[in-house]
């Protein structure tokens, strides 16, 4: 493979790593490892298939073809019972999203999937990653090469001993009757946290994410807004956002602020959010945007009226948001009768830009102390 720069095409367990090299190379596409601690092959060391530019294309196709990017899924999941998948940062306030992964598991009988992702120190700092520079090691000389290695053997082994160590403290807590009896599983894994937490959700199609945002400091809060706003436009899924310090306390009685768009997407969402929270004893307020072509329009309370037939266990009133001060509306809603969760249908590709204006989006995602809950459709 001297004719061509090498690139990386994925990033694996060793095990998975070899098991994806015997396919290529079985269709002629040379394969070469990297970033694997040979001393300790099981260790989970974030290994790199590299392979020539030139078979990048043939590369992609077959992978495609077979299906094999994603790892497979977990025996443990080979019941088919509902999961709720929770990526883990470490950040100040992730045990309380994790608690809160605990009590709605226990409510839907689902096992919860604790996910941690981490970056290899010789990839890229968290300010971006690109192909082409960051995932090949040419010019670089032997001592680089290896101290790269080295340094991302440290930190698969730093994420691992993490999470074994959240696990025991867990499996405690359940002894202790401090969390419920729920079933879990941890995954520790190398890469972007926002394609990590794609990967996961297509392997295990989980009933929901829930993700902690606003991390401790300044540089982690943009990170993870990005990560939760490209979760939030690419992810097939229903995701639960809730910000850092923040206690919900959604398995007993809340208010919920749902902002319907239009009719048939406000009827799918509300059905996946019964289905959610089905002991009901939840009040509902239909917050309606203000349409730019009639602000008058009384769906809200049409929607109200139906809802209440159809979800007798809920209570459901209506509001309307001005199209002059959409943020102030919002927050006398709030101060009238304080809200605990934020609910939207979410159509994905830049849904936060189509539901509210830019400033409220910003708002109600990033700076807002409510739990966020974007129902996919």
Known sequence: MTDSRLITIAIHTFDRAKQLRTILESEGIPVTLQNVNLDSPTTSAGVRLRIAESDLPRALRLIEAIQVISPDVSEKFASG?????????????YEDVIRLGFDLALMHSARLHLLHTYLDPGLADATGIQLSDALTFDGMDTLARESEIEEGVIEARMAKARMDKLARSLRADIMLGKLPQVKFDTEVTEGLPEEAIEATNTRLHPLLIIMATNSADAKSRAMNGSITGEVLNAAEATVLTVPRNVHPTLTVKFHAAFF????????????TFARLFPEGNVRVTLVELPSRRNSHTDTSENLADYCRRKYPDFTFQSATLSSDSPE?????????????????????????????????????????????LAISL
């Open 81 to 93: 019972g509902p999961v709720i998948l929770v990526p883990v940062d470490f950040g100040e306030g």
């Open 260 to 271: 319907s768009t239009s009719r048939q997407d406000d009827l799918l969402a509300l059905d």
């Open 328 to 372: 102030k509306d919002f927050e006398l809603i709030d101060k009238a009768d304080r809200v605990d969760l934020i609910v939207f249908p979410n159509r994905r590709k830049n849904v936060i830009a189509r539901l509210f204006s830019p400033t409220l989006a910003h708002r109600l995602l990033f700076n807002s102390t409510l739990p966020l």
